[in-house]
């Protein structure tokens, strides 16, 4: 035991007097393994990035959140199918609340409806335009996952009232009321005076696309008496556990078949929609990712063990007098192996930190350009990168070390 | 007794061809011998040195040291003995060029496992006796052919071997510091080790006590010297 502590601390000696002996030699030999690291860790990187800034994004979306609604979150084919689909209305939403109270240990909360338009928005000279506007009761507030950060939400009598009050994103605060509070001031929304009663906490962007911050929560009739009946309704229900979002589901579906009084064999007049979808539209892409990535690490991964193999074979040669030599003092076979072996993976190791420091020093600069991206460099990642770069280093330097362990001490000794 | 060889031969093929290194060689070398080995070039005299020191096995006859039959080891039996009972001396001294003196000589002591303290206590030992206890730190190319020599005979001696085996240990030195290498060993031989030295100068055969002289891998003649 000792002995091989003390052959395994001579291997890592001459392995790296090896390496600095010859430096250029070891750094292009190691330029394979560098890349596929670079390409494993950055891949890596780039799914967990995705992962998080979807998971961020679909947060706001509400994870115990199913949308009913006339379309479904994906690209149909046949549309002729969804667009005579009779619309949601208000007596919709209250008839299923009637249905989730009378069914014991349902899995649904409330049902709530909300109407959606983009609008412009105007107080005093400011106006701003591409405003989302939600007209809603007072249950939205219990799903919602953003919280008032100034004032209050609107009640249920000024909802069914329909009184002229909203609740401002806070994008929208800040821009019609630079550096002063919107509480308790008026804006124009298509002619009609809303007074401000509440103002959102700060959310963010979806997926980059769109800002949640940039909406309008008001009263459903207000918002309705304007429209005319055209603004889009959609129910938004609230699931009691998100961990049995798939049940839930299903008592959904079946309580909207009874409000419509589907009859059985008919097809659903209704989706029923849920952040999901979002994530199974973005699986081909992280598997394209991981893909490109896996190809791209396995080439060069291949290409470098190719050349860490013909490195070390060079360097057994090169060494094969000093094999015998060393044999000849009471080297044992095992002692050789491990010798070119730890050279090899040595090679390795230091390609794989090398790629790494690469990444992180990429993901770093990333990271401080473009703030909004979620960079994830794992440490999981760099356990995979250094177990990749030792058996890299294992399978490439194998074959010379064991044909180095296996000379005959004579041969070697004699050889020039 | 150390060694007793009986009937050794060494064959090597060469395509077709078989060369007889070694023909029926027969020896007795007990401890605290000083023995040199000569002959011819071709004779065989590294063949029966590589013999005797392990590296090789032979192709028929008994090989018995210290009483035990190396035919029948396994190489980690064969690096043992190598390790613990013989300490080699090349012609060209066969040092490490990137490392020093030091570390040059401390090699069986890794390879017995030993630890860095006891290694490195030993090995400046081991270079004191041989005269170099100023330059342990100096690498291969920066002492003289002697003081190469002289560090390999450290290394040699750094793990007390039973027999210290040299192949024309002074071949590659010029002749007064070949005396001086072979005082050197004269003054092991006095301090009780057992010393076999291959060479074809009559003036190195001298230093020793007995003569074994090879001719086409028989021994031709066995006797103290005149
Ligand atoms: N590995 C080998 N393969 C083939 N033939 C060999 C091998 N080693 C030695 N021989 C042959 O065996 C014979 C004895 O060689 P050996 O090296 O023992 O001679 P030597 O007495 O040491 O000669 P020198 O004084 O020149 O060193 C020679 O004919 C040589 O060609
Ligand atoms: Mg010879």
């Known amino acids: ?416 | 007794m150390v060694i007793r060889i009986e009937g050794v031969t060494k064959l090597y093929r060469m395509g077709a061809e078989t060369i007889h290194a070694l023909r029926g060689v027969n020896l007795e070398i007990r401890r605290n011998e000083y023995l040199a080995i000569m002959g011819p070039s071709g004779s065989g005299k590294s063949t029966l040195m590589n013999m005797l020191g392990c590296l090789d096995t032979p192709s028929a006859g008994r090989y018995d040291f210290n009483g035990k039959d190396v035919a029948r080891m396994v190489d980690d039996e064969l690096a043992e003995i190598r390790n613990r009972e013989i300490g080699f001396v090349f012609q060209t001294f066969n040092l490490l060029p990137r490392s020093d003196a030091l570390h040059n000589v401390e090699l069986p002591l890794i390879y017995a496992g030993l630890s860095p303290a006891v290694r490195r206590e030993r090995a400046l030992v081991a270079l004191r006796n041989v005269g170099l206890g100023d330059r342990i730190h100096h690498k291969p190319n920066e002492m003289s052919g002697g003081q190469r020599q002289r560090v390999a005979i450290a290394r040699a001696l750094v793990n007390h071997p039973s027999i210290l085996l040299a192949d024309e240990p002074t071949g590659n030195l010029d002749s007064r510091t070949g005396e001086e290498i072979m005082a050197l060993f004269e003054d092991l031989y006095e301090q009780g080790h057992t010393i076999i030295v291959v060479t074809h100068e009559e003036d190195i055969a001298r230093h020793a006590r007995r003569v074994v002289r090879l001719r086409d891998g028989l021994i031709e003649s066995d006797g103290p010297v005149p």
């Open chain 1, 1 to 416: 035991m000792a002995r091989l502590l003390q052959e395994l601390v001579e291997s890592f000696r001459i392995a790296f007097g090896q390496i600095r002996a010859n430096a250029l030699r070891s750094v292009l030999t190691a330029l394979g393994v560098i890349i596929g690291i670079v390409a494993v860790t950055l891949m890596g990187t780039a799914i967990n990035g995705i992962d998080i800034g979807f998971n961020r994004s679909l947060a706001m979306l509400g994870e115990d959140v199913l949308y009913v609604q006339r379309w479904p979150w994906r690209r149909v084919d046949d549309w002729w199918n969804y667009v005579n689909r009779p619309p949601l209305e208000v007596e919709t939403a209250e008839r299923l609340n009637r249905v989730i109270e009378a069914t014991p240990e349902s899995l649904l909360e409330v049902a709530v409806p909300v109407a959606t338009r983009g609008t412009s928005v105007r107080a005093g000279e400011l106006r701003l335009g591409g405003v989302m506007l939600f007209g809603t009761t007072g249950d939205y507030a219990r799903i919602v996952t953003t919280d008032v950060a100034e004032g209050r939400m609107f009640n249920d009598v000024e909802a069914s009232v329909g009184r002229p009050v909203c609740v401002l994103g806070s994008t929208v605060a800040e821009n019609l009321f630079p550096g002063r509070s919107a509480l308790d001031q008026q804006v124009q929304i298509r002619g009609e005076r809303y007074t401000v009663i509440g103002i959102l906490a700060k959310q963010g962007e979806f997926l980059g696309l769109f800002s949640f911050d940039n909406q309008i929560v008001a009263p459903l009739n207000a918002v309705r008496r304007q429209a005319g009946g055209r603004a889009n309704l959609e129910l938004r229900v609230k699931v009691r556990d998100k961990t049995r979002l798939a049940a839930a589901e299903e008592e959904l579906s079946g309580a909207m078949r009874r409000v419509r009084g589907q009859l059985p064999g008919e097809r659903d007049n209704f989706s029923i929609n849920q952040q999901q979808a979002f994530k199974e539209q973005l699986d081909p892409i992280k598997a394209g990712i991981a893909l490109a990535g896996l190809f791209i690490t396995g080439l060069s991964l291949f290409v470098g063990a190719i050349g860490i193999m013909n490195i070390t074979f060079v360097s057994v040669k090169e060494r094969t007098k000093e094999i015998g030599t060393r044999k000849a003092l009471g080297a044992r076979r095992r002692t050789i192996l491990l010798q070119f072996l730890i050279e090899a993976v040595s090679i390795c190791l230091i390609g794989g930190l090398v790629g790494l420091g690469v990444t992180l020093a990429a993901s770093l600069a990333l990271g401080a350009l473009l703030p909004a991206l979620p960079i994830a460099f794992s440490p999981g990642l760099m356990a995979v990168s250094v177990l990749v770069s030792i058996v890299t280093g294992v399978v490439s330097g194998f074959a010379p070390a064991w044909g180095a362990s296996r000379l005959d001490p004579v041969v070697a000794l004699r050889y020039e």
